[in-house]
């Protein structure tokens, strides 16, 4: 079968020539065949294919050419130029959620007593100075008696609720910045391993306004701060800030503008100069009312503190937490303090005490109104004394006195159901600066406290001629 000739028409429809053409006129009209390629080339080579050859020389001939045929090979159509080839994102996982944090549970049930010291000196030249070696014998006292002595910023993480601290815990605290801090007192701390706070007034540093011979340098204080003594406010002037017309006030529009620079900026400047983050407030003389107490939680402070001698708990108002002030005059202040009597400040206590006895050993009626007002001026010689005494707690009646500085015991009279106490003078002032101390019996232990103002004669009008 492969000898017999194939037809015209055939080997023409094999090779894409049309009928009846010859191959020159192939090449020239089908330039469409699917063996174009081949019929230009054999027309090239001028080789003339007969359409009666012989099958099997024309498929031998057409197989050995197909390899140098030039056929084009079918190509994708081209993407649009502007339109780029979209890309396969890798699906996203979601992010498995994050377990919600486990609350840290903290035990609130621990007491703590904050001392208040001020002067280190050999001779004390008042009830705020201590001698060394009676300081000495309180810290060895603090061991004996099993207490922790907590630094302040553990006392304050307690208080968050993000530290435990121990069942019975001590914090000291030293105000104002004298040198006998740095000098006396520090050694002692360090061999005992006690870390102790600082509250320091601003214009009392060394260069400040109100420095003197006994300040400490901010120099001394970065020294202390970086070996890890604690540092905190004491308000700028140490000024009492309940009077509302006081010196250091005169170059503020209004007294709040005073107010808030005594408790904000000292916090400011310690922060600058320090580089430190201040947190407590230690109020000059104790003394604080609604108005202070406010003012310095909206200033960033986490705890303000008074000279009202208590036990503190988890649950102690934070804008009013009691200290324990020592007088070297008055050594049963320590004795309370190791006994940790006085008020739980709120809220509930635990441990001993005598549940809810107010103020020991106050330096300044803290939280209780009085008339005159700690620093106030008059010019009246048999002033009215008075004070309400609420917050002392449930007075035994008959147990009222009350001294004054120059003139010694005056008659009282005590209204239980007001709380007030006034008494009248029967005899003129003749100090200028006067001390009022008071004193009760609370749940059968007497509680004393004290204030002072100032005494300024009124001028006589000169009689007319």
């Known amino acids: ?235 700028v002037n140490h000024q009492n800030l309940r009077i509302k017309k006081g010196k250091f006030q005169t170059q503020f529009p209004t007294y709040e503008e005073w107010l808030r620079n005594e408790i904000a900026d000292s916090r400011r400047l310690l922060e600058q100069h320090l580089g430190i983050s201040v947190k407590a407030l230690a109020y000059p003389y104790g003394n604080h009312n609604e108005e202070i107490r406010a003012i310095a939680m909206q200033s960033g402070y986490e705890a303000a503190f008074t000279v009202y001698g208590q036990r503190l708990t988890y649950h102690s108002p934070a804008d009013q937490l009691g200290r324990y002030a020592m007088d070297s005059t008055k050594p049963k202040i320590f004795s309370d303090a190791l006994a940790m009597v006085g008020g739980g400040g709120g809220g509930e206590s635990s441990g001993g005490g005598n549940g809810g006895v107010a103020p020991v050993g106050q330096l300044a009626a803290a939280s209780m109104v009085t008339v005159p007002m700690e620093g106030e001026t008059v010019r009246e010689a048999r002033p009215t004394i008075k004070a309400n005494l609420a917050t002392m707690g449930d007075v035994e009646a008959g147990t009222v006195e009350i001294r004054v500085s120059g003139i010694g015991p005056v008659p009282v009279k005590y209204n239980a159901t007001t709380k007030l106490a006034e008494a009248t003078l029967l005899q003129p002032l003749k100090d200028k600066q006067v001390t009022v101390i008071l004193s009760a019996l609370v749940a059968g232990r007497k509680v004393e406290t004290r204030w002072s103002f100032n005494y300024e004669p009124a001028v006589a009008a000169a009689s007319p001629r």
């Not at 006392?155 to 006396?184: H, M, N, Q």
């Not at 400040?208 to 970065?222: P, Q």
């Open 1 to 235: 079968m492969w000898t017999e000739p194939l037809r015209s028409w055939d080997c023409n429809k094999a090779l894409g020539i049309g009928s009846g053409f010859s191959w020159e006129e192939s090449v020239i009209k089908n330039e469409a065949g699917p063996f174009a390629n081949l019929a230009r080339l054999l027309y090239v080579s001028r080789i003339t294919v007969s359409t009666t050859m012989n099958c099997r020389f024309s498929l031998l001939l057409l197989v050995s050419c197909m390899p140098f045929a030039a056929c084009k090979k079918p190509t994708l159509p081209a993407l649009h130029p502007e339109t780029p080839a979209p890309k396969v994102e890798p699906v996203a996982q979601e992010p498995e959620p994050t377990p919600p944090p486990k609350v840290k549970s903290v035990d609130t049930k621990g007491s703590v007593v904050v001392l208040c010291y001020h002067r280190f000196e050999e001779k004390p030249k008042d009830g705020m100075a201590i001698t060394p070696a009676a300081f000495e014998t309180q810290m060895q006292a603090l061991k004996e008696h099993g207490f922790t002595v907590i630094p302040m910023q553990d006392f304050l993480a307690w208080r968050r609720a993000e530290k435990a601290i121990p069942e019975k815990s001590c914090v000291i605290t030293i105000d104002d910045g004298y040198r006998s801090g740095y000098d006396v007192a520090w050694p002692i701390l360090k061999k005992h391993e006690y870390p102790f706070t600082m509250f320091i007034y601003t214009a009392f540093v060394k260069g400040g306004a109100l420095s003197g011979g006994g300040s400490l340098s901010w120099a001394e204080l970065r020294e202390m701060r970086d070996a890890g003594v604690d540092i905190q406010s004491h308000t």
